[in-house]
């Protein structure tokens, strides 16, 4: 007996995954875009920093890097564990899965806290001269995304409880992935040009 096109699972029906195809697409055109605007802000700062005589605020000679670094190494290893999870989701163990993304979860939500106590013990506010506006811009607006990533992480484990829901494809759990990796890659770049270039200079 043949079957048809509407007893397959979605994601082997002709033309579904080339659907699949082109919303990922779209999503990797938005995180381009999303880039650029990151891209802005990394030139600006770097422009600013270089231009401005009186770069830190009075009174702040640099900033404590032991637990952004800290912060740094959790963020990156989080990306590691959602592969993980990715691929134990490819594997069909929902277990796995989700024992993997709610641990990515922890990790990016121990960043924001982490970020958090940072802030609240710094010596200097977003109107501290051009550093302390540009620092809270660029570490707040990364922080931003860091939390809509573990929203939308969320999303996904719910709808893993869902029964047969990824039977249709992981494409939005792909998606949230990327957006998870491009986030981490943001903060490394932010790391850098934020910590480790005020140390060196």
């Given at each position: ?52 005589p ?100 969320g ?17 939005g ?29």
């Open positions: 007996m043949t079957s048809t096109n509407a007893e397959l699972p979605l994601k082997h029906v002709p033309g579904h995954i080339q659907h699949d195809g082109h919303n990922l697409t779209g999503f990797i055109i938005f995180l381009c875009s999303e880039s650029i605007i990151f891209l802005a802000f990394f030139i600006g700062y770097a422009l600013l920093k270089i231009t401005s009186e770069w830190l605020p009075d009174g702040v000679e640099g900033l404590e890097t032991r637990m952004p670094l800290i912060n740094t190494v959790i963020l990156v290893s989080s990306s590691f564990v959602a592969y993980f999870a990715e691929r134990y989701l490819h594997k069909e163990n929902l277990l796995g899965f989700r024992a993997m993304w709610l641990l990515t979860m922890a990790m990016g939500s121990y960043f924001v806290y982490g970020q958090y106590v940072e802030w609240s013990e710094l010596k200097f506010g977003l109107g501290s001269g051009v550093f302390g506006g540009t620092f809270y811009l660029l570490t707040g607006f990364h922080g931003l995304h860091v939390i809509t990533g573990i929203l939308l992480m999303l996904m484990l719910a709808r893993s409880f869902r029964p047969n829901n990824y039977a249709k494809g992981d494409m759990v792909t998606a949230v992935s990327l957006f998870w990796h491009f986030v981490d890659v943001i903060w490394i770049i932010l790391y850098v040009l934020i910590y480790v270039w005020q140390r060196t200079s």
